[in-house]
């Protein structure tokens, strides 16, 4: 399946350290996209990136996209007890396949204060 | 700000129920999906719709259907709930066509979820 994979599974920093993420996906995308979820609650757009760009910023957060690997990663820069969340990349389809969408199982960041 | 609202927050139902799962945005949005979200295995995507009347299977369709009669509302219906549909159900919407700038065609905006258990 296209479904993206976060590596690691589970991450434990302490709060100013800087967090990395990694994605690594199947087929060819038209964008990559990365969503925070808190606990039990819905997930909230982060950044997106396009198949033709390989770094993107914003604000503490910093993206990049590696297509002939087939992967990307969020940095989290000077991490905040409030960035504790799971963190999702998601990929389309490719193509004209750009109407679903398919996610991972989520890298779970824990800050501690 | 897009507002993506559903129906509970939390649901129980008894095995062989029918369940309803309403969902409502309120931006305009010609998509609109819903996922399924469980342990170790990410979200799924169950059923997707790219405008009223119009949906298309996801990836897990199976035991369910949906209901787009109007563009603001996705409904997501279980015919005879089971135990192993008992899981957290996240609603989305997402702007499409040529008309909106690129970068907001893509973002999906998701509801709060609605975590059902099935007895």
């Known amino acids: 399946s296209q479904q993206g994979e976060e590596d690691p599974q589970a991450l434990s920093i302490q709060e100013g350290e800087n967090a990395t993420m990694n994605c690594s996906y199947k087929?060819?995308?038209?964008?990559l996209q990365w969503y925070r979820q808190n606990s039990g609650r819905g997930l909230v757009h982060l950044i997106l990136i396009r198949s033709n760009e390989r770094e993107k910023h914003s604000g503490r957060l910093r993206v990049t996209l590696d297509t002939s690997k087939k992967s990307s990663s969020l940095l989290i820069t000077a991490s905040r007890a409030a960035d504790t969340a799971s963190y999702f990349c998601a990929t389309d389809g490719g193509g004209l396949n750009f109407n679903k969408f398919y996610f991972g199982s989520g890298t779970k960041l824990n800050v501690k204060p | 700000d897009v507002k993506v609202t559903q129906s509970s927050r939390y649901l129980v139902k008894r095995t062989g129920e029918k369940v309803f799962l309403e969902c409502v945005q309120d931006m305009d949005h010609e998509n609109m999906f819903w996922y399924r979200q469980d342990p170790g295995l990410g979200l799924r995507l169950i059923y997707f719709s790219y405008d009223v009347k119009m949906k298309e299977k996801g990836d897990i369709p199976e035991g369910y259907s949906v209901s787009r009669e109007k563009k603001e509302r996705f409904s997501l219906i279980l015919e005879s709930a089971s135990t192993n549909q008992t899981s957290m159900y996240l609603c989305a919407s997402r702007q499409t066509g040529l008309a909106a700038p690129p970068r907001k065609t893509d973002t999906q905006y998701f509801g709060p979820g609605t975590r059902l258990t099935v007895l």
């Open positions: 087929t060819s995308i038209n964008n």
